[in-house]
């Protein structure tokens, strides 16, 4: 994928030796924003943190699922964050909200899903509405956003409560 830095999205790393105010430096990364469908997109921290410099893909819903909220906000942007234990079970009550935000995102324009680096938690969520759409059963859509980003390992807690929510 093309972007305003090269072939890769580069990494946002703390740089904080002596200041209150973190500063950051950029380093080229693996891991960036995955395309899942026309506007739905998975990733991590350092790519909803990207945000605030370059927004190439015209992100404009970021959905955190993890307890580290995005520090560096982008102008245009809705911030929805739904602090997400990774390895643990989620309340129905929670999935739901979480999948009405990403549809309701999706029905508008494009969302990114992240969770701390877009391994576990957010494609682990993702694959529920790629299910709730018709577009892939859950444990297909799971293997299709493997195949997606190699480096995805849904917990098996988080997997096995979603699948029993989506069955009923």
């Not at 992100?59 to 739904?82: K, M, Q």
């Not at 990403?102 to 899903?113: C, F, K, N, S, W």
Request: glycine residues 6%; contains cysteine.
């Amino acid at each position: 994928m093309d972007t305003l830095f090269g072939n890769c999205m580069p990494s946002l790393v703390r740089n904080c030796p002596n200041s209150q105010e973190p500063q950051y430096i950029y380093v080229p990364n693996s891991f960036s924003q995955t395309q899942v469908l026309d506007r739905l997109f998975l990733g991590g921290l350092e790519d909803a943190e990207m945000l605030s410099l370059a927004n190439p893909l015209q992100i404009v819903t970021v959905i955190s699922l993890c307890r580290e909220p995005v520090i560096r906000h982008a102008p245009g942007i809705r911030y929805i964050h739904f602090p997400v234990r990774d390895a643990r079970p989620i309340a129905v009550a929670w999935l739901n909200a979480i999948l009405i935000s990403i549809e309701d995102g999706m029905a508008r324009e494009r969302v990114l899903v992240r969770c701390g680096a877009g391994m576990s938690r957010a494609p682990t969520v993702v694959a529920a509405p790629l299910d709730r759409i018709g577009f892939l059963g859950f444990a297909r859509a799971l293997s299709y956003l493997e195949n997606l980003r190699p480096a995805v390992a849904p917990p098996k807690a988080l997997v096995e409560s979603i699948a029993r929510e989506l069955s009923h």
